[in-house]
């Protein structure tokens, strides 16, 4: 299905559950869909509802974009595949009402390629980690007792062509993204190193005792 087609539902649903603007800025307009799989019965939906124990490890991630053969032929001519980096990030650190740790940083890893179909020039596969760089090692949702749910969101951006020498860094600290600023993180971090932001999907968890 063209991603055309189906960008107003990820719109709506983003705004709905706020991750505009609490994450992202409004007008954003997804170029790939971003498919998050913790095991094959376990996987992350436009905010659904998951175990913290069920998203304690690493999850496989799956990009469909539309790419055309000719951008494909383009980049591939040029030696500049696009890169793209994924992060997770928690906007409700420590609750949805109390900012003081918000953004969350919980995973940050660039440098990663997208496998692409050679004959439809559509890309559509499994993301490899291990050939990415960690900038921010995994550390899977926790959230306090008594703090209701939280929203945890993966984003992926592609990298700029050009870093102009520039190498992206972590953040100095997990809350707040090392801001130190409530309420802010990966939207400021994006924005210091030109990323573009492709692809969104997100789950909600809570901890057990409530």
Not at 156 to 175: I, T
Not at 176 to 193: H, L
Request: charged share 20%; net charge neutral; glycine share 6%.
């Amino acid at each position: 299905m063209p991603l055309v087609t189906i960008n107003s539902s990820i719109q709506e649903s983003l705004k709905k559950h706020e991750i505009v603007p609490d994450v992202i800025d409004d007008g954003f307009n997804p170029s790939c869909l971003l498919t998050i799989s913790y095991t094959k019965e376990i996987g992350v939906s436009m905010g659904n509802n998951l175990k913290p124990s069920e998203t304690k490890n690493i999850p496989d991630v799956f990009v469909a974009t539309d790419y055309t053969p000719s951008e494909k032929s383009n980049a591939s001519s040029s030696n500049s595949e696009p890169k793209y980096t994924l992060v997770l990030t928690d906007p409700d650190a420590p609750s949805r009402t109390e900012k003081k740790w918000s953004e969350f940083c919980h995973y940050i890893v660039t440098g990663l390629t997208i496998p692409t179909d050679p004959k439809s020039g559509v890309s559509l596969g499994k993301l490899d980690i291990s050939k990415g760089s960690t900038l921010m090692p995994y550390c899977g949702p926790a959230p306090p007792p008594k703090t209701g749910k939280h929203r945890y969101v993966f984003l992926l951006y592609k990298e700029p062509q050009v870093s102009h020498g520039v190498l992206m860094k972590p953040p100095r600290d997990r809350p707040t993204w090392g801001t130190d600023v409530p309420a802010s993180g990966v939207r400021d971090w994006a924005k210091k190193y030109n990323l573009e932001l492709a692809g969104v999907n997100f789950f909600y968890a809570q901890n057990d005792e409530q």
